[in-house]
């Protein structure tokens, strides 16, 4: 096997550092053209320039798998969402869903190679540092520094949750300095928390640009890192002065966004609910710059009458939708609403131009701010088809996403209609806000004996439920919407679990977060493999036959990333 370090440097991509290249001719003092030179970079100037290519690259670029909405590592593997679209399109994703794949699948490569380029590019802003001019003063070093840190940090947690142990690589090895031999044998979380620690102790309240990390995304961040490895007493001390202080980077005290689907709309961008969002763009010349993962998952064959016009790739699942069916206002906890009396009523086997009758129980009405239903307004376009926007029942079921789908007043402006399709929007894409972090308080609250606090921050978020009903054009409720609050003091801490763990799935669906929570909370093998049961039963094609064991908890290596190093290097997740 080649253990070159050429082609380690395959491994963990190069595009960005091709920026530093210059001419190796004493006689030769000016780069070429086109080509950035490393004293230029070592300015205060070529540092933020170098930093915002560490920014740009968070939203995986042109290698979508690598993004943090983790639309198929965290909801389609999570059970928020099937594949959807004909059964071999995109086939990539089918195993993943089926829980049977193995590690030369592509989409596994794109992952691991978009992320490390973000380490990549985050390790060469740090070497730049040490290299800086005289005249880069202190202060700003350290800024950028923090900024630095905090990406690199989110990137590693990016990959230790997908791989669990990856190759740590710092600034300290270059691509001279045995790169090629760094081993993936150490406890990840130790480097994720000094990094985010650096940011907390050194980014400022507020930035001048709003997209740009400050302290309160940092702490939030930490936080969630330190609930990931059971710290509880730590996550909480910095949930509790994110709660009551913290503010967003153009200095808005953090809340929760009164009406629930305003989070979700271009001209809200940067809202107090954001602790930190991916800055998108639209109509830049590139659509690298907009959402470029979410191009494939609007609904199908829309034509002018609907958004996106392409392809089915993310369909909410039954079984997810079912969970909005409320009793006294309340979740049904206790799994049965997938019972036939429960089950939310819908058109699957019925064509679009026959007569359909939308669901008449009880439901919360997320559940038409993240799904699209038949019968029930989509966004300002029209009532939803059904049939008519769905490409293959059979392979997704009748649902179609909401979250994150721009509007027809949005077009043209939070909307890019540069590229093959229409699908790629300036929304902005929230990788933390503020109800996750509410959620992850009530958590730590439990586990800490605190069910009374816990009971009051799940109640915050449901509240925000009650007041965001969808409407018709007439005024009048989409649907017969019932939500409420626990007004039971929470007694159990059991209880007080899975009122909390539905809460999230509920307010948090189709946003990646579902399958890293079940993993966590290890109850990942019982819902899993309960999503299956129930999926198949309509979708025997797509899903039958299949189950989910723990093995699948992680993803495996990349076998091309074990070729180019070696097995004693790159070492395999077991059961791979």
Same mark, same amino acid.
């Given at each position: 096997?080649?253990?070159?370090? &050429?082609?380690?440097?395959?491994?963990?991509?190069?595009?960005?550092?091709?920026?530093?290249?210059?001419?190796?001719?004493?006689?030769?003092?000016?780069?070429?053209?086109?080509?950035?030179?490393?004293?230029?970079?070592?300015?205060?100037?070529?540092?933020?320039?170098?930093?915002?290519?560490?920014?740009?690259?968070?939203?995986?670029?042109?290698?979508?798998?690598?993004?943090?909405?983790?639309?198929?590592?965290?909801?389609?593997?999570?059970?928020?969402?099937? %594949?959807?679209?004909?059964?071999?399109?995109?086939?990539?994703?089918?195993?993943?869903?089926?829980?049977?794949?193995?590690?030369?699948?592509?989409?596994?490569?794109?992952?691991?190679?978009?992320?490390?380029?973000?380490?990549?590019?985050?390790?060469?802003?740090?070497?730049?540092?040490?290299?800086?001019?005289?005249?880069?003063?202190?202060?700003?070093?350290?800024?950028?520094?923090?900024?630095?840190?905090?990406?690199?940090?989110?990137? *590693?947690?990016?990959?230790?949750?997908?791989?669990?142990?990856?190759?740590?690589?710092?600034?300290?090895?270059?691509?001279?300095?045995?790169?090629?031999?760094?081993?993936?044998?150490?406890?990840?979380?130790?480097?994720?928390?000094?990094?985010?620690?650096?940011?907390?102790?050194?980014?400022?309240?507020?930035?001048?640009?709003?997209?740009?990390?400050?302290?309160?995304?940092? %702490?939030?961040?930490?936080?969630?890192?330190?609930? *990931?490895?059971?710290?509880?007493?730590?996550? &909480?001390?910095?949930?509790?002065?994110?709660?009551?202080?913290?503010?967003?980077?153009?200095?808005? &005290?953090?809340?929760?966004?009164?009406?629930?689907?305003?989070?979700?709309?271009?001209?809200?961008?940067?809202?107090?609910?954001?602790?930190?969002?991916?800055?998108?763009?639209?109509?830049?010349?590139?659509?690298?710059?907009?959402?470029?993962?979410?191009?494939?998952?609007?609904?199908?064959?829309?034509?002018?009458?609907?958004?996106?016009?392409?392809?089915?790739?993310?369909?909410?699942?039954?079984?997810?939708?079912?969970?909005?069916?409320?009793?006294?206002?309340?979740?049904?906890?206790?799994?049965?609403?997938?019972?036939?009396?429960?089950?939310? %009523?819908?058109?699957?086997?019925?064509?679009?131009?026959?007569?359909?009758?939308?669901?008449?129980?009880?439901?919360?009405?997320?559940?038409?701010?993240?799904?699209?239903?038949?019968?029930?307004? *989509?966004?300002?376009?029209?009532?939803?088809?059904?049939?008519?926007?769905?490409?293959?029942?059979?392979?997704?079921?009748? *649902?179609?996403? &909401?979250?994150?789908?721009?509007?027809?007043?949005?077009?043209?402006?939070?909307?890019?209609?540069?590229?093959?399709?229409?699908?790629?929007?300036?929304?902005?894409?929230?990788?933390?806000?503020?109800?996750?972090?509410?959620?992850m308080a009530a958590e730590t609250?439990?586990?800490?004996?605190?069910?009374?606090?816990?009971?009051?921050?799940?109640?915050?978020?449901?509240?925000?439920?009650?007041?965001?009903?969808?409407?018709?054009?007439?005024?009048?409720?989409?649907?017969?919407?019932?939500?409420?609050?626990?007004?039971?003091?929470?007694?159990?801490?059991?209880?007080?679990?899975?009122?909390?763990?539905?809460?999230? %799935?509920?307010?948090?669906?189709?946003?990646?977060?579902?399958?890293?929570?079940?993993?966590?909370?290890?109850?990942?093998?019982?819902?899993?493999?309960?999503?299956?049961?129930?999926?198949?039963?309509?979708?025997?094609?797509?899903?039958?036959?299949?189950?989910y064991t723990t093995p699948y908890?992680?993803?495996?290596?990349?076998?091309?990333?074990?070729?180019?190093?070696?097995?004693?290097?790159?070492?395999?997740?077991?059961?791979f």
């Amino acid at each position: 096997m080649n253990k070159s370090i &050429k082609n380690r440097i395959t491994l963990l991509t190069t595009s960005f550092l091709m920026m530093f290249a210059i001419s190796c001719d004493d006689f030769l003092e000016i780069p070429p053209t086109g080509q950035i030179g490393e004293a230029q970079l070592q300015t205060l100037d070529g540092l933020n320039a170098a930093l915002l290519a560490v920014y740009s690259q968070v939203n995986g670029r042109n290698q979508r798998m690598a993004s943090p909405s983790n639309w198929v590592w965290g909801s389609i593997r999570g059970g928020d969402a099937n %594949k959807g679209t004909d059964p071999g399109d995109f086939q990539s994703i089918n195993p993943i869903q089926r829980y049977e794949n193995d590690a030369t699948i592509d989409i596994l490569r794109e992952n691991w190679a978009g992320t490390y380029e973000g380490i990549a590019r985050a390790n060469s802003v740090m070497r730049l540092l040490q290299d800086r001019n005289e005249d880069v003063p202190e202060a700003a070093a350290t800024h950028i520094e923090a900024q630095t840190r905090f990406l690199r940090a989110h990137f *590693y947690f990016q990959l230790t949750r997908n791989f669990n142990r990856v190759p740590y690589v710092d600034e300290t090895v270059d691509y001279q300095l045995g790169l090629e031999e760094v081993v993936n044998d150490q406890d990840m979380w130790p480097f994720i928390e000094a990094d985010f620690q650096f940011a907390v102790n050194n980014l400022p309240d507020t930035q001048s640009e709003v997209g740009r990390v400050n302290s309160w995304a940092a %702490k939030s961040y930490l936080a969630k890192v330190y609930l *990931y490895q059971k710290k509880f007493q730590e996550a &909480k001390t910095l949930f509790d002065d994110v709660i009551a202080n913290g503010v967003t980077s153009n200095g808005l &005290k953090y809340d929760l966004v009164p009406y629930y689907e305003d989070m979700f709309r271009g001209a809200n961008n940067n809202h107090e609910e954001s602790i930190w969002a991916y800055q998108s763009a639209a109509n830049t010349g590139s659509v690298n710059n907009a959402n470029p993962e979410f191009d494939l998952n609007f609904p199908y064959n829309t034509g002018p009458e609907g958004p996106g016009n392409c392809c089915g790739f993310f369909q909410p699942a039954f079984s997810f939708v079912n969970s909005f069916r409320t009793q006294n206002g309340l979740p049904l906890l206790d799994g049965s609403f997938n019972d036939a009396s429960n089950a939310v %009523k819908n058109d699957f086997g019925i064509d679009a131009d026959q007569p359909f009758t939308t669901d008449g129980g009880p439901l919360d009405p997320r559940v038409d701010h993240t799904t699209g239903r038949r019968g029930i307004p *989509y966004l300002d376009w029209q009532d939803h088809p059904g049939n008519a926007w769905i490409r293959n029942r059979a392979n997704g079921g009748p *649902y179609s996403p &909401k979250k994150y789908v721009y509007t027809r007043e949005e077009q043209g402006v939070y909307q890019d209609n540069s590229s093959w399709t229409p699908g790629y929007t300036a929304i902005n894409i929230m990788i933390i806000r503020f109800a996750d972090v509410l959620l992850m308080a009530a958590e730590t609250e439990i586990e800490l004996g605190n069910l009374e606090q816990a009971r009051q921050y799940t109640n915050r978020v449901r509240q925000r439920a009650i007041n965001s009903p969808l409407l018709r054009a007439d005024g009048t409720p989409a649907a017969n919407y019932q939500v409420g609050l626990y007004e039971t003091p929470w007694a159990d801490p059991d209880q007080a679990r899975a009122a909390v763990r539905f809460e999230r %799935k509920l307010e948090l669906g189709m946003e990646g977060h579902r399958f890293y929570d079940l993993v966590r909370w290890e109850t990942d093998v019982d819902e899993l493999n309960r999503y299956l049961s129930y999926e198949s039963q309509f979708l025997g094609a797509a899903l039958g036959g299949t189950s989910y064991t723990t093995p699948y908890r992680v993803l495996p290596i990349p076998q091309d990333q074990i070729d180019l190093v070696g097995s004693d290097i790159l070492i395999q997740n077991p059961g791979f």
